[in-house]
């Protein structure tokens, strides 16, 4: 039994969120959204909204009074704010708290809190997100059939979709003692760029793949340096995602052992994969 009935979320309006949100009310969860500026008709009329002031932990801390657990989906660019509505939610009483941590940079001020008895918390893993790797040209071009194959095109990348992160969510507030203070692993699955351009080729034979070769250790290289000399564009950000995401079990891109029985998350079954790619082609 859930000692978890009434959740905050933090980023709802965001690309996760909304999915998160949906998740938790089909589990029956009490929802309260915290944003910056209310929007009009964009949440299920279950939603409680309240607009908070996220550099002060007055306005959330009356905010998250009677919350029983917070889940965090804020931009990556936004991360820290997290520290504040931590606290805040500890002077409030919340028991549990999922953050937006891509670079585990949270967890570590969560632990210390832990560590004190403060609160507990949970960090979902859950590889990169599907649609994204399908609305766009990191593993394959599937608008123009080209794919830059990182080293020999073999390195494997764990991904999970929105709808089952949200699931995997509600899954970790369900199952509270099984999930505290631990990251939990969900993926639903693992892909290769040799792997979708076999199944592109079997569905359609037609198309010829134009495929060329970068090192990903190379990637990355570059744009490390890029950064460490003040270039913080948008196609530098996406070399170091690449190098990383495409640069083998080595950076943690792949992972076997998920939670997903634990969650309820159902993998992706090869047939399924291949409806995917047969939809994307078009
Ligand atoms: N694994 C992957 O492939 C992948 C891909 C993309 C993102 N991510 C990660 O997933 C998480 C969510 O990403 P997302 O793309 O859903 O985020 P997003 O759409 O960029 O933003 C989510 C929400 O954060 C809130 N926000 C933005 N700036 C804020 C600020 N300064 N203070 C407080 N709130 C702020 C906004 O909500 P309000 O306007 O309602 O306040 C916004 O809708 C991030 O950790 C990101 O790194 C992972």
Redesign the pocket.
Known sequence: MSEIKSVAV????????PHVLKALLDANFQVT?????K?EGAYDANVKIIEVD?TSVESLTAALKGIDAVV????????Q?QTVIIDAAIAAGVKRFI????MFKIKQYLQEKADAGQLTWTVLV????LE??FGGPLLLDFVNHKATLYDEGDNRLS??SLPNIGKAIAGILKNFEDTKNRIVRTSEVILTQNKLVRIAEGIRPDIKWETTKVQASAVLKEGLGEISAGDFSMPVILKVLAGT?LGGDSYGSAYDETDNELLGVKELSEEELKILVAQTLG
């Open positions: 933090v980023g709802a309006s965001g690309a996760l969120g959204v915290l944003t910056r500026s929007k996220f965090s989906t804020v931009a990556a660019q936004a991360s704010v953050p937006s941590d891509p859950c590889g990169a997100f994204f790797l991904s999970t995401a």
